[in-house]
């Protein structure tokens, strides 16, 4: 089931977002957050579409990573870990994911703008959020 | 050798190539492979492809496109099978070896 959300703001964005870690101890960001890898591999991305392009595999565009990079920057300002993991979709999106023991916590930035987080325990899926892009 | 469109044996070897640009495979890291180098895209309409040991070799399943790199997933039919999921043969013309998973699309 997909759920729509007027999160308007980006705070308002990444506060709905994380509601899907509140089951998985991530750790907190701390001086070595690791984004900062997270960030030059989006700005690889946005500057060099190539990079990606291959059989089956369309690249982000940059809209979709300058949707990634905002995203990561509130997220960072609410104190949360840079991802484990930031991978193209093979789509032309983008995935952010932090993984805790058998859990893992995905936020996917899709080709469309739409914007999903989701929890998974043991291969299942426990919880999902989407974000659509508003018209206009 | 048979032209491709023989059913696929649950004790055959498939490959599954993974291009080395997208870090959906990283050896050393746990667990090392995403679920994007399986998940189907927007093209896979009718299965995710894979390769038949029997038709290819590893190597050949390891080339795309020209200064492009891969890894290559090796696994066994049947756990997929077992899986509850059904392995097709669908063969192309340069690549009589391709077959299909069918159930994830």
């Known amino acids: ?136 | 050798m048979a032209n491709g469109n023989d059913p696929v044996n649950p004790d055959e070897i498939l490959f599954r190539r993974i291009p080395a640009s997208t870090g959906w495979y990283r050896p050393g890291d746990s667990p090392p492979l995403e679920p994007e180098a399986f998940r189907p895209n927007k093209n896979d309409i009718t299965g995710l492809s894979v390769f038949r040991e029997k038709y290819i070799s590893t190597e050949r399943a390891a080339q795309g496109r020209p200064g492009k790199s891969y890894f290559v997933a090796v696994f066994r039919a049947g756990d997929l099978i077992d899986a509850g999921m059904r392995v097709v043969p669908r063969p192309l013309e340069d690549h009589p070896g391709h077959a299909e998973i069918e159930s994830l699309t």
């Open chain 1, 1 to 136: 089931m997909k759920l729509i959300h007027p999160a308007e703001s980006l705070h308002d964005r990444a506060s709905y977002l994380i509601q899907g870690i509140v089951d998985i101890p991530l750790p907190a960001a701390g001086e070595q957050d690791g984004w900062g890898d997270a960030f030059r591999q989006l700005a690889a991305w946005k500057s060099d579409s190539s990079l990606l392009e291959d059989e089956g595999v369309e690249s982000p565009q940059k809209r979709i990573v300058r949707s990634a990079e905002e995203t990561g920057l509130s997220l960072k300002e609410h104190g949360i870990s840079s991802p484990e993991r930031v991978v193209p979709d093979g789509d032309g999106g983008i995935a952010f994911r932090w993984r805790q023991g058998p859990s893992s916590w995905t936020i996917e930035f899709d080709s469309d703008g739409s914007i999903e987080s989701y929890l998974m325990h043991e291969g299942r899926l426990i919880r999902r959020h989407s974000l659509h892009e508003t018209a206009g």
